[in-house]
């Protein structure tokens, strides 16, 4: 596991996504990069729900929360979302988001859980699930974004395969992100 000089690693919690969760997402962002949005689009093979952003931490403590997630998601009822709209985060616009739905509670729960089991704060506001698509690399990237309104979007449902701790690395080509195995 790499990390930063002080020898911390960038991490978050968050539910990784099926094969056809991700196949939808990547229609979807066809779709609107076809209408003219312009943004730094999230690769399949990095589209997740954040959970909780851990921020920098020691690899001890990644791998004690990593250990903690897997018991928590394994007592906790499976999750089911869907993706109900298309948003964005910042003011200004940064983050083209899919909103997402959590009908039965199980997402809200298990992130609860997390946070309070782990000692870890509450993060600034209440969560929102959502599952990031692209970023706006500036003011006319994320002007372009008026361009989806009545683009037409279909809900999808989905349910997360599990909940785990993944550690960010970032290089020229993009992030990457781990999953912690314990």
């Known amino acids: 596991m790499s990390g930063n000089l002080d020898g911390t690693c960038r991490a978050f919690v968050a539910f990784s996504l099926k094969d056809e969760a991700k196949a939808s ?4 962002q066809s779709r609107l990069r076809g209408a003219g949005l312009r943004c730094k689009w999230v690769a399949p093979e990095n589209l997740h729900v954040t959970a909780y952003f851990l921020g920098d931490r020691r690899r001890a403590a990644l ?4 250990a903690n997630v897997r018991l928590l998601a394994a007592r906790l009822p499976g999750v089911e979302l869907t993706a109900a709209a298309l948003d964005s985060f910042g003011r ?11 009908a039965g509670g199980a997402a809200d729960a298990l992130v609860r859980a997390v946070r309070e ?11 929102r699930a959502h599952l990031t698509l692209g970023r706006a690399r500036g003011p006319e990237e994320a002007r372009s974004w008026t361009k989806a309104e009545g683009l037409g979007f279909e ?26 195995e314990v």
């Open 63 to 66: 791998l004690s929360i990593a």
């Open 25 to 28: 997402c990547q229609f979807l």
């Open 155 to 180: 809900p999808f449902s989905f349910r997360p395969p599990r909940l785990g701790v993944f550690v960010s690395r970032l290089t020229p080509a993009g992030p990457v992100y781990t999953e912690l």
């Open 92 to 102: 200004p616009p940064r983050t083209l988001v899919l909103s997402l739905t959590d």
């Open 117 to 127: 089991d782990n000692g870890l704060e509450p993060e600034p506001g209440q969560w």
